[in-house]
């Protein structure tokens, strides 16, 4: 088992580079399975979930090849699988959206549940609403599930998703794309990723609109080529690295983000304190001086604060003077890091979906662990301004979704190492 040490060393300075967007990327790598001609997709974040969607591509019989460490290029035209691995779905709950591709293009689809980070349920109904809503018959059992399209393929309808799930809107976007006449997904998602999506099917030959509104229109087409993509800038590692800076006293430039994507993080971080400049289009200078502010998040589907941000902020709030509020809407079981959180010295106590954060002057090095991806980050980030050492253990989940992050961190000057227990 790995783990990753973290010592103080003050304030980060320079520059880092923010990596294409996992969540953007795994869709997308879902929807080749809709292409007949060749696809190049760029600024593809080397990391573990991206691995397993690869994995779930050839094992459908789809040709992947990797140009360079970021770039891919895939051949779907020979894909005839409609079943897909139950070991690869359960690392990822992703893999799921490969089941609208498979059944416009195919006509049926068949995967076991998907598994991923456990912090909360995420069910997987509104996705079939929107298949038996395009034509489709599902079969449901406890563990697994399948769906097939009518004779003559899936016809359009209308769906209405009681959540804006960012999932379901992807998967019933790319099951209409070659469905018979209109769909409408109303109460869509509008995260940039979904936006991100219909942007490469568009590319493909699809007519989607009104991605990153509340309702997407998709005009069914009988057939989809191939595209050359790159990947948008992951919002959340953007995030995370924002925080860090302001958590250390630094002053970071983080290059290749879009600011139109991560408006509640940066009006936050204004608010505890910290001077934000937006140089030009896809660079931001963090300049934090002096003890930051206490303040309150309540997190929410985009464009609202991200609840994959929210344990980062957290560990921010966690030396912010005054008393700080967190309010978590969107998963359940998303405090799991508050244990760790308080193994270090944090003053943190939680009831129900809602936390209270007492601001201290110093944290504390300790061994704590990793319960999901962006725990992990923040406990990384709390370890930056901790006195003595942390080790973070359960360091895998991290590389389910930052690729290279103590070598960026190092980079900035953070003493980060990783071993090997």
């Known amino acids: 088992m790995e783990y990753i040490r973290v010592r103080n060393r003050g304030p980060l300075e320079g520059r880092v580079t923010i990596s294409g967007a996992k969540n953007a990327a795994l869709p997308i790598l879902a929807a080749s399975l809709l292409g007949t001609e060749e696809i190049v997709l760029e600024q593809v974040p080397p990391l573990k979930d991206v691995e397993v969607m690869v994995d779930v591509l050839r094992a459908l019989d789809v040709k992947v090849e990797y140009l360079d460490a970021e770039t891919i290029r895939i051949d779907a035209s020979q894909v005839n699988k409609t079943v897909t691995p139950g070991e690869l779905m359960n690392r990822m709950r992703a893999s799921f959206v490969v089941m609208g591709p498979l059944l416009t293009r195919l006509g049926r689809t068949f995967t076991q549940m998907p598994g991923g980070c456990n912090i909360g349920k995420r069910p997987v109904d509104l996705h079939l609403k929107g298949f038996k809503a395009l034509g489709a018959e599902i079969d449901e059992e406890p563990d697994a599930v399948g769906a097939k399209a009518p004779d003559g393929g899936l016809v359009g309808g209308k769906v209405y998703l009681d959540f804006p799930s960012v999932g379901a809107t992807q998967n019933i976007m790319m099951a209409a794309t070659m469905a018979r006449g209109e769909s409408i997904i109303e109460n869509a998602a509008k995260e940039p990723e979904i936006t991100d999506l219909a942007n490469f099917l568009n590319k493909m030959g699809a007519k989607v609109r009104g991605a990153g509104t509340s309702t997407i229109t998709v005009q069914g087409v009988k057939k989809l080529h ?69 303040t309150k998040i309540r997190t929410l589907p985009y464009p609202g604060f991200p609840t994959d941000v929210q344990a980062q902020f957290m560990a921010l709030m966690c030396i912010a003077k005054g008393q700080s509020h967190v309010e978590e809407t969107v998963f359940e079981n998303r405090f799991m890091h508050v244990d760790e959180l308080n193994k270090m010295g944090a003053l943190i106590v939680t009831d129900g979906n809602e936390a209270v954060i007492r601001g201290v002057e110093h944290l504390v090095g300790a061994k704590v662990n990793a319960t999901d991806l962006r725990a992990g980050a923040a406990l990384v980030l709390a370890g930056l301004v901790a006195d003595g050492e942390t080790q973070v253990h359960n360091v895998f989940h991290l590389d389910r979704g930052y690729y290279r992050f103590e070598e960026k961190l190092k980079g900035l000057g953070a003493d980060v190492e990783r071993f090997v227990e």
């Open 226 to 294: 191939g595209a050359r993509h790159v990947i948008i800038p992951d919002r959340i590692e953007a995030s995370t690295f924002i925080v860090a800076a302001a958590m250390t006293g630094g002053t970071v430039e983080v290059q290749n983000v879009l600011s139109a994507h991560i408006r509640p993080i940066l009006a936050k971080i204004q608010e505890v304190g910290v001077r934000i400049e937006e140089n030009d289009d896809d660079t931001i200078l963090v300049q934090s001086t002096g003890r930051l502010k206490a």
